[in-house]
């Protein structure tokens, strides 16, 4: 492991840009791009250095700095996020429809409207993709290079925030999912009976 205090011991700019990108990031409630921090600090090693230098100074600490595709954020360690408990108002929760759905995005992504829809074997409304959209859960991708350019959609880092990955990779597989007993026919997550839309 680097020793970081040997290395910029006497090297002031370390110290005092160390400070301020942990002062940027925790300051955020949203996760910070590194392009925004490389603004800030301008020499990209210097910036790799700052970066895994606050990453081993909040390894033992009650929070911790997660890499989460391009950006950094602050978040609870896992040893004590149990014991925290924060109260939230939720409008309500996802319908069977938005679930599905995004969970098809999350798993073929980038994907069409009418790939989804062939997947789940119903039309889908415009309202679920508003829904998952208003929470910044997805976002449109790419247009595909085919007759009608349709457009892609594809997952936020919010997604992968709300749900603590750090990448897509992270999506628990198809054994992982039978192992939980998620996919057996007779456990129902929902209530509400299958919505054709």
Same mark, same amino acid.
């Not at 954020?73 to 996020?81: E, K, Q, Y």
């Not at 829904?131 to 247009?143: A, D, F, Q, T």
């Not at 085919?146 to 997604?159: A, D, E, K, Y």
């Given at each position: 492991?680097?020793?970081?205090?040997?290395?910029?011991?006497?090297?002031?700019?370390?110290?005092?840009?160390?400070?301020?990108?942990?002062?940027?990031? #925790?300051?955020?409630?949203?996760?910070?791009?590194?392009?925004?921090?490389?603004?800030?600090?301008?020499?990209?090693?210097?910036?790799?250095?700052?970066?895994?230098?606050?990453?081993?100074?909040?390894?033992? %600490?009650?929070?911790?700095?997660?890499? /989460?595709?391009?950006? #950094?954020? #602050?978040?609870? %360690?896992?040893?004590?996020?149990?014991?925290?408990?924060?109260?939230?108002?939720?409008?309500?929760?996802?319908?069977?429809?938005?679930?599905?759905?995004? %969970?098809?995005?999350?798993?073929?992504?980038? /994907?069409?409207?009418?790939?989804?829809?062939?997947?789940?074997?119903?039309?889908?409304?415009?309202?679920?993709?508003?829904?998952?959209?208003?929470?910044?859960?997805?976002?449109?991708?790419?247009?595909?290079?085919?007759?009608?350019?349709?457009?892609?959609?594809?997952?936020?880092?919010? #997604?992968?925030?709300?749900? @603590?990955?750090?990448?897509?990779?992270?999506?628990? @597989? /198809?054994?992982?999912?039978?192992?939980? @007993?998620?996919?057996?026919?007779?456990?129902?997550?929902?209530?509400?009976?299958?919505?054709?839309?």
């Amino acid at each position: 492991m680097l020793d970081f205090k040997e290395k910029y011991k006497n090297d002031l700019n370390f110290n005092l840009k160390q400070k301020i990108v942990e002062a940027i990031i #925790f300051s955020s409630s949203e996760p910070i791009p590194i392009k925004t921090l490389a603004k800030t600090v301008m020499d990209n090693f210097l910036l790799e250095d700052i970066l895994l230098s606050l990453e081993i100074k909040y390894t033992s %600490s009650g929070i911790n700095l997660y890499k /989460i595709n391009n950006t #950094f954020a #602050f978040r609870t %360690s896992p040893d004590v996020s149990e014991f925290l408990n924060i109260e939230k108002k939720v409008p309500k929760p996802l319908s069977r429809a938005a679930t599905e759905t995004l %969970s098809v995005i999350a798993y073929h992504q980038p /994907i069409t409207r009418s790939e989804i829809e062939n997947i789940r074997g119903v039309s889908l409304s415009k309202g679920t993709l508003d829904l998952l959209l208003e929470l910044s859960w997805i976002k449109p991708g790419h247009r595909r290079a085919t007759p009608g350019r349709p457009l892609t959609w594809i997952t936020s880092n919010s #997604f992968l925030d709300h749900f @603590g990955l750090k990448n897509i990779s992270e999506l628990p @597989g /198809i054994d992982d999912l039978k192992n939980s @007993g998620l996919l057996e026919k007779d456990n129902f997550l929902f209530n509400d009976a299958i919505d054709e839309e």
